[in-house]
T-cell receptor, first 113, second 113 residues
Framework: AQSVTQLGSHVSVSEGALVLLRCNYS??????LFWYVQYPNQGLQLLLK??????LVKGINGFEAEFKKSETSFHLTKPSAHMSDAAEYFC???????????FGTGTKLQVIP | KAGVTQTPRYLIKTRGQQVTLSCSPI?????VSWYQQTPGQGLQFLFE???????NKGNFPGRFSGRQFSNSRSEMNVSTLELGDSALYLC????????????FGPGTRLLVL
């Protein structure tokens, strides 16, 4: 069964610093991969997705992620953190068809002024 | 274009009662998925509907059920509520042929007392 592992349930960065949120997936077949952001009391918003095209995927709000098959990783980065980036981030994988998406446990990002 | 809407946004029930949650997908979207989000279990897939048929189902007891109407609107029902059913229930919709990209609603927060 597909699993998604997010390293670090809480990450703190200073405003203007690099954001790096880690995600590893387990699958013999590269799945579709996603990063979502969730602000308090809201649903999930899609940041970016990997669907077997370019391995470096650019998303909204300056975020990007790189698919590395050899490392089964899909880490999320942003060069310079902004206060508005404080939220919870979820990595997710879709494989085996249809909508059976597997989510990671989430990483709460704190941005320190 | 309006996003995914979920009603009600907040709900308080007591143990043993049943509850029905509603989800209206984005216009033109025919696939609707439901997820349960709790602090302990994270985001878990409940089920997915397409053209009024359940295509996929997660590992939840039979107390959790759903349906989809001809206009793609979906409802989920939880019978004989338990304290552990307290959660944020999220609905997501997607376009035909683009099911890998889901758009989430704001969720319904259910509190079972």
């Amino acid at each position: 069964a597909q699993s998604v592992t997010q390293l670090g349930s809480h990450v703190s960065v200073s405003e203007g610093a690099l954001v790096l949120l880690r995600c590893n997936y387990s699958s013999s077949v590269p799945p579709y991969l996603f990063w979502y952001v969730q602000y308090p009391n809201q649903g999930l918003q899609l940041l970016l997705k990997y669907t077997s095209a370019a391995t470096l995927v650019k998303g909204i709000n300056g975020f990007e992620a790189e698919f590395k098959k050899s490392e089964t990783s899909f880490h999320l980065t942003k060069p310079s953190a902004h206060m508005s980036d404080a939220a919870e981030y979820f990595c997710a994988a879709l494989s085996g068809g249809y909508q059976k998406v597997t989510f990671g446990t989430g990483t709460k990002l704190q941005v320190i002024p | 274009k309006a996003g995914v809407t979920q009603t009600p946004r907040y709900l308080i029930k007591t143990r043993g009662q049943q509850v029905t949650l509603s989800c209206s997908p984005i216009s033109g979207h025919r696939s609707v998925s439901w997820y349960q989000q709790t602090p302990g279990q994270g985001l878990q897939f409940l089920f997915e509907y397409f053209s009024e048929t359940q295509r996929n189902k997660g590992n939840f007891p039979g107390r959790f059920s759903g349906r989809q109407f001809s206009n793609s609107r979906s409802e989920m029902n939880v019978s004989t509520l338990e304290l552990g059913d307290s959660a944020l229930y999220l609905c997501a919709s997607s376009l035909p042929g683009r099911e890998e990209t889901q758009y989430f609603g704001p969720g319904t927060r259910l509190l079972v007392l």
